[in-house]
């Protein structure tokens, strides 16, 4: 079983940063791939971000250059560095890590970027 909390969420201005975090627990030596989603009321939850234990990064076309994801392998976290945000990013984010055999979600954190 592996536990993930996100941090980092909040109000931010177009064209603001913030940086969301991941702390996972438990057995994590059983994931190989960790990341982002996020999702708007009404729709889909879509990728945002991935990254493996290879370090080999995916970003979803809309990132554009503006998202940098990251990890630190001795504490078991990973971050999605958000710059130039838009309103269009607003959405619920959600911390995910792949296991050999299942998948696993935080609970969510609220990211709001308006004027």
């Known amino acids: 079983q592996v536990d993930l909390v996100e941090s980092g969420g909040g109000w931010v201005q177009p064209g603001g940063s913030l940086r969301l975090s991941c702390a996972a627990s438990g057995t994590f030596f059983m994931v190989h791939s960790m990341g982002w989603f996020r999702q708007v009321p009404g729709k889909q939850r879509e990728m945002v971000a991935m990254?493996?234990?290879?370090?080999?990064?995916r970003y979803a076309d809309f990132v554009k250059g503006r998202f940098t994801i990251s990890r630190d392998n001795a504490e078991n976290m990973w971050y999605l560095q958000m710059d130039d945000l838009e309103i269009e990013d607003t959405a619920v984010y959600y911390c995910?890590?792949?296991?050999?055999?299942?998948?696993?979600w935080g609970q969510g954190i609220q990211v709001t970027v308006s004027s």
């Open positions: 995910h890590a792949v296991g050999w055999t299942s998948l696993y």
């Open positions: 990254t493996d234990t290879t370090d080999d990064p």
